[in-house]
Structures are given as C-alpha cells and as structure tokens.
C-alpha cells in the first residue's frame, strides 16, 4: 500500500506524475510550486524563487493580490455561476465598469484569450457581411507574421510558427499573413473582402518585439481608409504590462476592437473579452455565439476587482518607472552574453549569445530566478508589477552571473 500523500511527494516525483500521466504540449522548467505571494513562489521543499514571468502577464497584480482574493472569496460565499441563461448582478456592473475603464462601448465576455480572439474573428466577419457588404463567408482577415492569438484550430491556421501548426490542418481560410511592422504590406494585402486587421501592438511570444515607431498609427490609418476594423490583441501586452492601460496607448491610437484576457482574471481565474465600438459588437444576436463559463458570477467579481486596481493607475505607472530600470539594468549587460534587448514598461525580451534561452532559465531557476526562454535564445522577463527596485536588481545581477 502507498500511504504517500501527493503534498509530501518530492519535487522529482511530481515532475516523474506529470511526464506519466500529462500530454506533454509544454517543457516546464522542473520546478515544482507549492505556495506563492506577491512576486514570490515557494516550491515544494520550501525554497522560494523571484518569479520574473508572471504567468506571461495573467500575473499582473502579483500573485493573490489581496484585493483579489479577497473579491474572489467574497464573491464564492454568495454565487458563482447561473449561465447566461439568466441575469446575475455581478454582470452588467462588470460590464459597465470595464467598458468605462477602456473607453469603450460593448464588451462580450469570454474565458480564455484564444476564445476572445476567436470571438473578435467571428464578430469582424459578421460586421463585414452585414454591414461592409462583403459577400457572405468571404470575409478576410490581414494578420501578421510570427503572431501569437492562441491555440485552436482557426488560430493556429494563420500561426507562421510551424511547430504550432504542423500535422493540425486542415486550416480555415480566410487569412492573410504580411510582415510585422510593414504597413506597406498590410496597405497592399488589403482587398474588398477585408474585414479586419488582427495585430499585437506588441509581439510577445515572438521576443517582445516593439514595432517601429509611426507603424500602428500607420496601420490605423489603412484601416480607416478602407473601411477596415483594427483589433488589437492586448491579451498579454495590455492592462498596464507595458506603462499604459494598453501598448497602443503608447502611440495614441485607438483599436476598433481589443482582446482582453489573462491579467484581466488577476491570475485567480481564467476571464476573457473583447471590448470595443457598439456597431461593430452589436451585430451579434441572441443564438449566435456565446459560453457556459462567460462572464460568470465569479468571473465578473474578480474581473470587477481588476478594474477597480487598474483605474488608479498605480500599477500603470510602476510598470513606466520599474520598467526604465528594468531596461537600463538589462542595457548594462549588452555586449556581455546579450546582443540586444526589447520591449516596453516591466517586459523584456533579451537576446542571448553565449547560451540558449533554455540553458538560461534552469542556471536562473538554480539561483531562484524563474523566467522562461521563448523562441531558442530569447529570454522573456515579464514581473509582476507588484514587484520592486530590489527585486528587479536581484534579478538581473542573477542573470549577469550566469552570462558571465
Ligand atoms: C496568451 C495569449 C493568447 C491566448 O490566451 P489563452 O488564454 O492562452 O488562450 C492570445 N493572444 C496573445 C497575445 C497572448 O499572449
């Protein structure tokens, strides 16, 4: 008989669970968490570690922000979900309250990021047909190269990365990829047919990749031009990742419809959205498109929460000034095992030359640092935004020693 309760199960032993029993879809770095606060985990032997990925920014508020918790707990004492097939009184107030923090008009309530996305595909498609004149089902779609969206079959059919993509067609149709940062490509993809333009102010997955100065305005003034919807997918660069409500702000533009997701279910619990202009979210009818768990009692609470932390503009700002030493510390180290360095506000992407992204993260892991590589030799840094000026130096002197 094994009498071994799972908590007492060393940290080999649990990786040992997941290799035997879980798909293997991810290659975690084999640190076994048991506990977190703030900026802070604990794994399983009681070593704590500084977590610099925030859970690819559904972390912004560090984790268990008591604010947070605390709606969650509330909010699980009273009601946690009646479908949509009624009202509940968490769901217009959340409604309101995230429309007026974006500034704008409708919000549609989903779970997870992908499913924002594709709810935004969706509604761009049925505004061209309905409103635009499009041809009904041929609606198009302009994205652009080395995008992240999400994992289900329509995204991954305009993914550029082949390890997202083979061996899962057949796609959906209906897309166009041109080059990140090109306007002039975007410009010339664009045909009657085109419904939207789908794009990452920021590229996150891709290194964190700043586009050129001037190319989102660009890309808004195509759009306007042609009668065509800008969606901005803000689902990891938005909610103040980058020193702004969203990256866009940066530039002064404004998207026709933004995808929301991760940071807006405060690491609690996954919450969704696209959020934007009345005409465009309005086409949808009652039948049409919808989600058991979408906006649910206890979705909206803790998104209700998240609002409430964002309308400060506290967590805005400390992303604006950590972020500076953020990037000044990680400029300190070009030259020496790094040739560059993007990104904006608390998020970095840091090209390595000496070691891959990997070898990086489990050498950090070691000295109780945790990010995580994306794409070979980039290291992507994302704090949470709890986190601080000591913390962040912690951080990056760890990462100096193990580059040199
Ligand atoms: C994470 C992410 C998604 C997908 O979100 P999930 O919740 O993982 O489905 C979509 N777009 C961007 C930009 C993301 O970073």
Redesign the pocket.
């Known amino acids: 008989m094994t009498a071994t309760a799972p908590t007492a199960a060393s940290a080999q032993q649990h990786v040992d669970l997941a290799d035997q029993w879980s798909t293997h879809n991810y290659h975690p770095l084999p640190v076994v968490v048991a506990e977190a606060d703030g900026a802070w985990v604990t794994d399983v032997r009681g070593k704590r570690y500084l977590d610099l990925l925030a859970g690819?920014?559904a972390l912004n508020f560090g984790h268990r922000h008591p604010a947070l918790v605390g709606a969650a707990v509330e909010q699980l004492g009273r009601l946690t979900l009646t479908s949509r097939a009624f009202h509940h009184d968490q769901f217009g107030p959340f409604c309101q309250e995230l429309a007026e923090l974006t500034g704008t008009e409708m919000v549609l309530t989903m779970n997870?990021?992908?499913?924002?996305?594709e709810s935004a595909i969706k509604v761009a498609r049925k505004w061209a047909h309905q409103v635009k004149g499009v041809p009904v089902d041929t609606a198009e779609i302009i994205v652009v190269g080395d995008n992240?969206?999400?994992?289900t079959t329509t995204i991954i059919s305009f993914s550029t990365d082949p390890d997202a993509r083979t061996g899962f067609g057949p796609f959906t149709p209906g897309f166009t990829v041109v080059p990140f940062g090109d306007a002039a490509a975007l410009a010339a993809a664009i045909t009657e047919r085109t419904a939207a333009v789908l794009v990452?102010p920021i590229q996150?997955?891709a290194g964190v990749r700043v586009p050129p100065t001037g190319y989102l305005a660009e890309v808004r003034r195509v759009c306007d031009a042609n009668d065509v919807l800008f969606i901005a997918?803000?689902?990891?660069?938005g909610l103040a990742r980058t020193g702004t409500l969203f990256a866009l702000d940066h530039e002064g533009v404004r998207a026709d419809l933004y995808?929301l997701?991760?940071a807006l279910g405060g690491g609690v619990l996954?919450v969704?959205a696209v959020v934007g202009r009345r005409d465009v979210l309005g086409v949808l009818r009652p039948g049409e498109h919808g989600s058991t768990f979408g906006g649910n009692a206890l979705a909206c609470a803790v998104g209700r929460a998240v609002v409430r932390l964002l309308s400060t503009g506290e967590f805005q700002d400390r992303s604006k000034v950590l972020g500076a030493h953020l990037h000044d510390r990680l400029g300190e180290l070009v030259g020496r095992g790094v040739s560059a360095v993007h990104g904006r506000g608390l998020w970095a992407g840091v090209d390595l030359t000496s070691m891959t992204g990997r070898r990086a993260s489990e050498a950090l892991m070691e000295r109780g640092v945790l990010c995580k590589e994306t794409h070979g030799s980039t290291l992507r840094m994302a704090p949470p935004l709890v986190v601080t000026e000591a913390e962040i130096d912690l951080g990056v002197d760890a990462l100096a020693a193990v580059l040199s």
Do not use: L
């Open positions: 690819y920014s997870t990021g992908a499913e924002a996305v992240f969206h999400g994992r990452e996150g997955e997918d803000e689902i990891q660069s995808t997701g991760k996954p969704s």
